[in-house]
């Protein structure tokens, strides 16, 4: 066991005049399962790159161990996947290697084949088995889930349990609570560390939250009430003093000892109500600060002309010779939310591809209602680049609401002016379902929509989908989502 202790650091990119992090100062066990949490662009995978040496801060990183990240690299996919496994690392036991690859549920067979022609779950589980060959290292991890199936993430999750000494950025809370059991968030003024699984975090901030809320109101009213006190005793204190010319003008004797004692008596009274109410308002000012406020969306669908505005009866889909699917046989109806599922590889891209109207090569029986308009949200981002106003004149959406939605999703005002290719993976996300939201359809299909999206706005679209009820066809593997938003599951 050892530490890697992190001391006033301060970064912020070259081209940027805001710093990501400021003073920053917290210590990690190298035991540790810990997992990272935070909103997109708060700079998780900054500070892994931080930690590799990538960039240079102010400071101090130090640490007794050796740091690898994943997805390592692979320059040459085309090579046999041993001769990947031995550019990461040469100095392992044949036996190490094919232990890990057996906890993982990935056939020997798969090193004597390129690894460009493995499947992107089973380049993740070999990555992931190689690193951990590694003796005194430690390994960063992000995002590893992106393109595993449920099953898949079930068993990469009970990999990293059985295991200690990583970093895991991953938004799927249920892939968290399985495998770590320390968690630092990224919160909006500092950074903290917490014991626990992300569930036992959950419930702490939520808890932290209510009390900081529920002082913030005692605090507003104590406030009030304080400013109107100092107000009538600063009037009663000048009516006093006022008297002692009133009483001179009348002609009567008054005791202007006794009159100026109570007015100076009233006036330190009310100095006193103004230290209160000032200490007060600092007490208020510590508040609020990490709470993460998120908005409602909203989603309006256009109304279609009949119930059903899909069906697929006994499809199949081949390439090449190859059938991808077969026997897929389901209805999308209005009001349906239906969550396409099954195994990477099991052909749900090539389904949602064929009902967007791709020429994919299939048989049996496919109906699609006339005039069915259709939004869209693609696993891939990497055709996003330029800047945010063109993106949404080029695809014919309010450039207002394009931009309200992502404020609500959490971009700052700085973020519009930058070029979307500079995006974190989330926030390029999050613009593709802006766009989706923007857009006038009567069914919305998302293939993977939640890759790469903070917890926090994977919980705000959970509330809108089940707020507003609309026609939605889905892939998603992330369980929780899924359990919550699927009214309907075809498996494929």
Not at 203 to 224: A, G, P, S, V, W
Not at 251 to 280: F, L, N, P, T
Not at 426 to 432: C, E, M, P
Request: charged share 25%; proline share 1%.
């Amino acid at each position: 066991m050892s530490l890697i202790n992190v001391a006033n650091l301060t970064f912020a990119y070259e081209d940027s005049y805001d710093n990501i992090f400021e003073n920053v100062s917290f210590q990690i066990n190298t035991d540790w399962k810990l997992g990272f949490t935070g909103r997109n662009g708060r700079g998780k995978t900054t500070i892994l790159n931080l930690l590799l040496g990538k960039y240079e801060y102010s400071g101090n990183i130090s640490a007794d161990v050796s740091f690898d990240y994943f997805p390592f690299q692979v320059k040459n996919k085309d090579a046999n996947t041993l001769d990947v496994v031995d550019e990461i690392y040469s100095g392992y036991e044949y036996w190490q290697l094919s232990r890990e690859l057996s906890l993982l549920k990935v056939s020997e067979d798969v090193l004597y084949r390129p690894f460009a022609s493995m499947s992107n779950g089973e380049q993740t589980k070999v990555l992931l088995a190689t690193l951990f060959l590694k003796e005194n290292n430690f390994l960063l991890i992000d995002e590893p889930t992106n393109h595993l199936d449920i099953h898949a993430r079930k068993l990469v999750s009970d990999y990293l349990k059985s295991k200690s000494g990583f970093i895991l950025v991953s938004h799927d809370r249920a892939f968290l609570d399985n495998c770590i059991d320390h968690i630092l968030s990224i919160n909006k003024t500092q950074i903290e560390i917490q014991r626990g699984n992300y569930s036992d975090w959950w419930e702490n901030k939520q808890r932290q939250d209510h009390y900081e809320l529920t002082e913030n109101e005692k605090l507003k009213k104590d406030i009030k009430r304080l400013s109107d006190a100092a107000k009538r005793t600063n009037k009663w204190s000048h009516e006093v003093e006022k008297s002692k010319n009133g009483s001179r003008n009348s002609g009567s004797k008054i005791d202007k000892g006794y009159v100026g004692h109570k007015a100076a008596k009233m006036m330190k009274r009310s100095k006193s109500i103004e230290q209160r109410q000032q200490s007060a308002i600092e007490e208020s000012s510590k508040l609020l600060k990490n709470i993460e406020s998120t908005e409602s969306l909203k989603l309006a669908q256009l109304a279609y002309h009949k119930t059903q505005m899909l069906a697929l009866e006994n499809v199949a889909v081949s390439y090449g010779g190859n059938t991808v699917c077969s026997g897929v046989s389901f209805t999308v109806e209005q009001g349906d939310r239906i969550a396409l599922t099954g195994k990477n590889g099991s052909g749900k891209t090539s389904i949602l591809k064929l009902i967007l109207g791709e020429e994919i090569p299939y048989s049996g029986v496919f109906r699609k209602g006339s005039q069915l308009k259709i939004s869209y949200v693609s696993q891939d981002t990497s055709q996003l680049y330029g800047d945010l106003v063109d993106y949404a004149h080029d695809n014919r959406i309010d450039v207002s609401l394009f931009k309200a939605i992502l404020r609500k999703l959490d971009f700052s005002r700085l973020q519009f002016e930058k070029d979307i290719s500079s995006f974190s993976g989330g926030q390029k996300k999050k613009v593709l379902i802006a766009k989706s939201l923007c857009e006038s359809a009567h069914l919305h299909v998302w293939d993977e929509p939640l890759n790469f999206i903070d917890v926090f706005s994977r919980m705000q679209i959970e509330e809108l989908l089940l707020e507003y009820s609309p026609t939605l066809l889905f892939v998603e593997h992330d369980r929780e989502f899924q359990t919550k938003v699927a009214s309907k599951v075809v498996e494929l």
